[in-house]
């Protein structure tokens, strides 16, 4: 399967996707009936993505792999299946809101997601990957703990009895603290990730990486700083030797300031960031290499007064724009823009809204003047928080946004006289800082 997208003029954007995901599903549905069940685990990996079961993820293609006009859609029910009708990013068919049938399509997405989830486990009941793809498929379904074993917290508990090597335990692991947010159990969450984050010397390379939003999540800033140093050296796209340790701890320390929102330290610790690279690598590497590596303490600086865009950044979504209104101090340009993004996810559910946008969304708004708007967001997140969970530990700066928002919530709420919304957010910070 592909990413070609081929002019169509029965389509309604008139191009259609070259392959069709949802005969891809019949496909995996076939191989969970006839393959040995050993070789079925790696293919419904990714499944949660092919299928869009997830809020908020789009299928995106061009006409041509290296060259041609990019295009992307939600996915959109027609009669009993689900199609994409792709559209060129920024061109006369570009989508101006979200399809009408979307939320009808994601709802049988996940459906078909926990039907598959729940044959795989059938064929193969001795294998952790199994019960991990039917666990993701429960939780995304909302059947999160209580009575039987259909559900997420049963079918963990199962994989982690399975559980035979440090990945599969780290695996589960992570799926448990996803699950016990969810369910508001944040507490749990922190005392889960307690012993996941112990012998920190010992984990290996491959595992850094996926522990440094749980360090960040219970507030462990030491623990995050000294895994992400370890990440930042590892190989990776233009750095087949990882970076020296000096330029590691530089950007580190920019990263998780920015994460933190300690906007004060920000322009000394990027241009301290910004020298080591230049003192490490070659001239030729420096402009590549700067943007990579500073790229996630730049998006994260954004929610700062007078915050620049990244570099190469050109304000084209609303979100941007309305960072450079606010920075020259256009306030009405900064609420139009706003708006224009709360209008085009008209009709999306609230997890199609990750937390790093969600914050510097609500965060915008109020610095636009729009603090109705803003309220209105902040309950709307805090009535739902299970369902906003699907990215929160994908990186860093869904974590920081997420914990972010919860303290500007607090803010605004106490200063809004919505006390309940107050101790709501207040209380999700405590429970897992343990800082009483």
């Known amino acids: 399967m592909d990413s070609i997208v081929v002019f169509d003029t ?49 299928r995106s293609g061009a006409l041509d792999r290296a060259t041609g006009p990019t295009y992307s859609a939600l996915p959109s029910l027609v009669g009993d299946s689900v199609t994409v009708f792709p559209a060129r990013i920024g061109g006369p068919s570009a989508p101006q809101s979200i399809p009408l ?17 729940a044959a795989l486990v059938r064929r193969a009941p001795q294998n952790v990957g199994a019960h991990l793809a039917y666990a993701s498929a429960l939780e995304t379904n909302g059947a999160l703990d209580g009575a039987g074993d259909s559900t997420a917290t049963a079918v963990l ?63 462990r800033v030491a623990a995050a700083e000294s895994l992400l140093v ?21 950007v580190a320390r920019y990263t998780l300031a920015s994460a933190l929102g300690d906007c004060r330290v920000l322009d000394g610790l990027r241009t301290s960031a910004l020298e080591s690279v230049r003192s490490a690598l070659a001239q030729s590497e420096v402009p590549v290499a700067s943007k990579e590596l500073l ?8 929610t700062c007064a007078g915050a620049p865009l990244p570099d190469g950044v050109t304000p084209t979504a609303a979100l941007l724009r ?39 969304e ?26 906003t969970m699907d990215y929160v530990l994908r990186d860093v700066t869904q974590v920081s946004g997420f914990l972010r928002a919860m303290a500007f919530y607090d803010s605004l709420a106490t200063v809004r006289g919505d006390a309940a919304s107050a101790s709501r957010a207040r209380d999700v910070i405590r429970s897992l800082s343990a800082s009483r």
């Open 101 to 117: 049938s979307y939320q009808a399509a994601v709802r049988l997405l996940r459906r078909r997601l926990l039907t598959l989830g």
């Open 157 to 219: 508990r199962s994989a982690r009895r399975l559980s035979r090597t440090a990945e599969d335990t780290l695996d589960v692991a992570i799926a448990e603290v996803r699950v016990l947010l969810r369910t508001g159990d944040f507490s749990g969450a922190r005392s889960l990730v307690t012993p996941v984050l112990a012998g920190e010397t010992r984990f290996t390379l491959q595992d850094v990486h996926r522990r440094i939003p749980l360090a960040l999540l219970t507030g």
């Open 10 to 58: 029965s389509s309604p954007t008139g191009a259609r996707f070259r392959t069709s995901r949802w005969v891809a599903e019949n496909a995996y549905e076939e191989a969970i009936a006839r393959l040995p069940s050993a070789g079925l685990v790696p293919l419904f990996s990714r499944l949660p993505a092919i299928t869009l079961a997830l809020h908020g993820t789009v």
């Open 322 to 360: 309305a960072s450079v209104a606010l920075r020259t101090g256009d306030r009405v340009a900064a609420r139009m823009a706003l708006l224009e993004m709360r209008q085009g996810r008209d009709g999306a559910a609230a997890s199609s809204v990750a937390w790093d946008t969600r914050f510097a």
């Open 362 to 387: 609500t965060w915008m708004l109020v610095q636009a003047g729009d603090t109705i708007a803003a309220q209105a967001q902040m309950v709307s997140a805090l009535a739902d928080l299970s369902d």
């Open 230 to 250: 370890r990440d930042l050296q590892q190989p990776g796209p233009g750095r087949p030797d990882g970076v020296p340790p000096g330029v590691a701890k530089a």
């Open 295 to 302: 790229a996630e303490g730049d998006w994260m600086r954004l």
